[in-house]
Structures are given as C-alpha cells and as structure tokens.
C-alpha cells in the first residue's frame, strides 16, 4: 500500500543485524558470549552516531560517487557551512523518519536539494529546503499564500518530504527509484522503466536513462551518507550536534510582528527566521500560523516575556482586501501608506494593477482590536494585472452608427464613449462625423487594419495611462 514502506532486508546493508531470539529465553554459556553481536541498549549521544544506525539503503557504488565524493571533500568550507546550518533541523528529521521506520539515509536528502536552506528557491520556483514546486506543495497540503510558504515551513515541509518519498517508495519498491522520482517525476521514472521492459533491459536506478541531474541525485546522496560514515577516512570534520531538541514549538495566541517575536524570545532576528521561514513577511498571523519554533532555551523566555509585554499591539501590521481594481497610488491613499512601502512589503512590480479581491499587508492602527480572520489568513492572495495604456483616437462614424455600436466595435463601454464626445449613451452620429475613443496602444496596429475599410482613424501623439477598474 503506497504510504506504507518496507525496508530492505538486513542483507543489503552493511550493518549487522541484532540477534532477537524466536523462542523462550535459554542460559547463554560464557563460551557462546564470543560468538554472539551484543547491541548497545545506550542511546547514542551525538546526532551523527542516531544517523549512521539507522543506514538501511543499499548502498551505490561506481565512479558518480567517487567523483562526488572528492567534489565534497575538497570543499571543506562548504561542508562545514551546510551541515552546521543542518544542526537546527536534523533532530526533528531523524525523529520523523525512525518514527515512520524509513531509513536516516533521508536526513541527508536536503543536503543534496538545499544545502539545509530553508529559504532557497530554485530557478523552476522549488522552495524550502526539501525543494517543493508549487503544484506539488498544494498536492501534499503546504499552503501557499499571501502571508506564508508552507514550503519552507521545518514541520510542514518536512512531513510533506516524508509523505511524498513513502508514496513513492510505495510506487517502486525500491528507494534508488524513490529518490529518482523525487527528483525527476514519478511519472518520467515510471515512463523510463516501461521504455527499459519493452527493450529488455534493467530497471534499477543504474539502468535507467535520465536526465544528467537525476543521474547525479542518488550518487551524491551515497557520498554524503558516505562522508558522514568515515568522515576521518575523508579528512572531514563534522560539528557537533548533540542528540536533543533544538526547538520547541511554542503556541501563538495573538498575531505578532516578527521583530517583536523574536526580542521577546531573546534570539537574533536571523535566527528566528531560520526556525521560521515560512513567514516571509513583517508580521505572523495566528490564524494561519498558530505555533512559531524556537530554540529549546528560549521557548520559556518568549511565554514569560509575551505574558508580560505592555507596550501596546503586538502586531503592526493587519490585513486589508482591495473592494475594486486599484493602482498601487490609489491602495496606498487608502490605506495611509507611502506608494513606495506599499510596494515593498507586498511584493507589488511597476506597472501593475491590485485585482479587486486581493489581500495586502497593511499598517495596522492602534485601536484596531480585533486579529486577522482565519478565512482570510488561509486564502489571502494577491492577484496583479498590467496597467493599460491607451491613446486618444478619433474614427468616423458609419452610417446609422451610434455610441452603442462605437462601443462594440472596439470593445468599450457605452457610457465612456458617451463621456468622451460629451453626449449621452443613447446618442446617434452622422455619418463621417469624428468620434472620439480611448484604444490601448498595442492594439492600434489591429485597430489601424480593421478602420482602414472605413478610412478615418486619426491619433493624437499623446500616449494617456488608463487605470483598469
């Protein structure tokens, strides 16, 4: 059942199993202690040591993985810089996969897409450190929205990861081909392998023919774990990372501004946004985040510090939903807010419209009480579209034509033709007379051809910026 996996056998890993007795307990004499594997009931108190017992992937071998390896290894600054950034996340990974029975192997996996980066976004749009594209993030419940990224959530994203490669582990039977899968498509994999059996050929991992990346994904996924085995035969030295919690997950009652969250905490802005990096923007909203992590010393710090704060709202910022299609001036007037900040916190480019319906961010006022709904908080997004520039045009009118059929022909509304020659929209013109309009300038080239059966467009040089509402 796709969901469920099933670990290789014992025989395929290079560890040894431990030896668990089928029938009723027996004396074990001291000249059969030698010859029996005695397992260590001590937890092992370095996080590195958790992984290395839990390997349970048959292992890669061949000339990719060497190669990979020396590209790491003569990399040390860039080793010690991902897996120190590593240190934050890996407890909450290990936890997951041996709570799911799935191989530690896996903790490795954002080394490989991210390089630990909870923050990273691919040239194809994937996010986070597991690297999910859009479509795929909706599919596993990431929310993706005007005021968070599931997708570089730790928890969320790290669940989503976990699901999606026991799905896939499910589909193929075998995690070399998971791995592909993740990183390829499930569909391109399986496509591959179809193409191999009508060929007679293999269809493991190794006798697949697929893009150079995912030709490379598993290879370096096997120096890694690899590294991470024998980091001394690799002259590589792996920081510390105790085998404990590095975050707690602290309830929020009340929308925060992520400044404020991270002084009451006591931890430096950066780090704060490491642990929380789906909140991409200057507040976080309850609603839709209702729990923030942080370090495991400061999650008490934040609740006695929350509790005691008396300095007024602990949020800035609030939410505002556009009633009709605005320019960024005119939603920056109402809402009392230079244009420029306007543009700035809600990611809003030169040129572009606010879609009625949208959901900005916008400065909160001090007697605002009330928070963000959660409606708005789970479906806020912010739908743009291009300002039109239009030019000022006059066209003859054909026999019998009115402002209702001017209208028609070019696609505009009766009243503002009625606005523009001063008449009402029930007006009739005389043929040949000059009727103003307002056509969009990349449409004049077309407007041109189809008036040149009537012969009587004429433009003035003056390009005018009509707002869309």
């Not at 802005?269 to 929380?276: G, M, Q, S, V």
């Amino acid at each position: 059942m796709p969901g469920d996996p099933v670990l290789p056998s014992a025989s395929s890993d290079k560890t040894v199993p431990s030896l668990i007795p089928g029938g009723p307990l027996r004396i074990i004499t001291p000249g059969q202690v030698g010859g029996l594997k005695i397992s260590s009931t001590e937890p092992p108190k370095e996080l590195w040591d958790r992984i290395r017992r839990g390997f349970a992937m048959p292992d890669l071998q061949g000339d990719l993985v060497t190669d990979r390896e020396q590209w790491y290894v003569t990399r040390p600054d860039y080793i010690q810089r991902m897996t120190e950034r590593s240190s934050k996340y890996l407890f909450h990974i290990v936890e997951e996969l041996e709570r799911r029975q799935m191989p530690t192997e896996l903790a490795l996996l954002p080394f490989i897409e991210s390089a630990f980066n909870p923050q990273a976004v691919s040239s194809a749009k994937a996010a986070g450190m597991w690297q999910f594209m859009p479509a795929t993030g909706k599919y596993f419940d990431l929310k993706q929205n005007a005021f968070r990224d599931d997708r570089r959530d730790v928890l969320a994203s790290t669940r989503a990861a976990l699901d999606y490669l026991q799905k896939l582990y499910g589909m193929f039977g075998d995690w070399h081909l998971a791995l592909a899968a993740y990183n390829w498509g499930e569909g391109s994999v399986s496509r591959a392998i179809a193409r191999n059996q009508k060929a007679g050929l293999g269809t493991g991992y190794l006798d697949l023919n697929m893009p150079a990346e995912t030709r490379l994904y598993v290879p370096k996924l096997q120096a890694v774990k690899n590294i991470v085995a024998n980091p001394q035969g690799f002259r590589t030295e792996l920081p510390l990372i105790e085998n404990h919690p590095y975050f707690q997950q602290v309830q929020l009652g009340r929308d925060i501004d992520v400044a404020l969250a991270a002084k009451l905490a006591d931890v430096r802005i950066e780090d704060f946004k490491a642990l929380n990096p789906s909140a991409h923007r200057p507040v976080i909203i309850a609603a839709g985040t209702p729990q923030i992590l942080l370090p495991w010393d400061n999650a008490t710090v934040f609740q006695r510090n929350f509790e005691a704060y008396s300095q007024g709202q602990y949020a800035s910022w609030t939410a505002w939903t556009a009633p009709s299609t605005l320019s960024a001036a005119e939603a920056a007037r109402r809402t009392g807010m230079s244009e420029i900040d306007l543009r700035a916190v809600n990611n809003i480019p030169p040129r572009m419209l606010i879609k009625a319906g949208s959901t900005l961010l916008v400065p909160r006022s001090a007697k605002m009480e009330n928070d963000v709904t959660s409606n708005v908080a789970d479906n806020a997004q912010v739908s743009l579209a291009p300002e039109i520039v239009t030019r000022r045009t006059t066209v003859k009118a054909r026999k019998g034509e009115s402002v209702a059929t001017i209208a028609k022909r070019y696609g505009l509304s009766a009243s503002s033709v009625a606005e523009w020659n001063n008449v009402s929209a029930s007006s009739g013109f005389k043929l040949g007379h000059q009727v103003v309009v307002f056509l969009p300038v990349k449409s004049q080239a077309s407007a041109s051809h189809s008036k040149n059966k009537s012969k009587g467009v004429k433009r003035s040089s003056k390009p005018v910026v009509k707002k869309k509402r």
